[in-house]
């Protein structure tokens, strides 16, 4: 079955360190997209990429950091930059397309919470 | 910057109801619109995408009609099923969503 993996799904941090959200999708997606999302709010932005090698800040990418080496992989770090970095963090894919008329598909989440 | 908004945040509902869910933005310059569920804990599932030449989409009992002019979506639910009941969100260009509507529908 086609979809998106996010591991692990609960992920811990101590002070000062980074830590790494791991996307893996299998839909040959063109665009992969990272979110945060907070407790009663909707979906923030933290970057998107349209193509590999290639990504762009979104809302809030202060404190994180991507990386797209690879089509189906789209790795997240979140930074000691990043200084309240508990939430729930979500990553979507889609296919590009010029008419508006893909959806997005979403994985799971990973919880990330401080120590 | 656009802004996308839902109201309510909370709905209650008894089940066999009809209901609307809306959702408003600001900027009318869009290529598409999306409703999402999101049962807790997990991830968003897409019900449906309107693009910005289109006015409604449809599926099964769920309907979303779109008009760019006033900045509004609305999604209605007919006939309401306990199994309904989660957060919808709606979501502009991919990228920009609301803060969801938390429905409940009651046996």
């Known amino acids: 079955d086609g979809g998106i993996t996010q591991s692990p799904k609960y992920l811990f941090r101590k002070e000062g360190q980074n830590v790494t959200l791991s996307c893996e999708q299998n839909?040959?997606?063109?665009?992969m997209y990272w979110y945060r999302q907070d407790p009663g709010q909707g979906l923030r932005l933290i970057y998107y990429?349209?193509?590999?090698?290639?990504?762009q800040k979104g809302d809030i990418a202060e404190g994180y950091s991507v990386s797209r080496e690879k089509k189906e992989s789209f790795p997240l770090t979140v930074t000691s930059a990043q200084k309240n970095p508990t939430a729930f963090y979500l990553c979507?894919?889609?296919?590009?397309?010029?008419?508006?008329?893909?959806?997005?598909?979403f994985g799971d989440g990973t919880r990330l919470s401080i120590l | 910057k656009q802004e996308v908004t839902q109201i309510p945040a909370a709905l209650s509902v008894p089940e066999g109801e009809n209901l609307v869910l809306n959702c408003s933005f600001t900027?009318?310059?869009?290529?598409?619109l999306q409703w999402f569920r999101q049962d807790p804990g997990k991830g968003l599932t897409s019900l449906l995408l309107?693009?910005?030449?289109?006015r409604e989409q449809t599926s099964g009992r769920l309907n979303a009609s779109l008009d760019k002019s006033s900045g509004r979506s609305t999604l209605y639910i007919a006939a309401s099923q306990p199994g309904d009941s989660a957060t919808y969100l709606c979501?502009?260009?991919?990228?920009?969503f609301g803060a969801g509507t938390r429905l409940t529908v009651k046996p």
């Open positions: 979507a894919s889609s296919i590009t397309s010029i008419y508006g008329n893909q959806p997005q598909h």
């Open positions: 839909l040959n997606h063109d665009a």
């Open positions: 990429s349209q193509i590999v090698n290639d990504f």
């Open positions: 900027d009318s310059a869009i290529y598409n």
């Open positions: 309107i693009q910005s030449s289109q």
């Open positions: 979501a502009v260009n991919d990228m920009r």
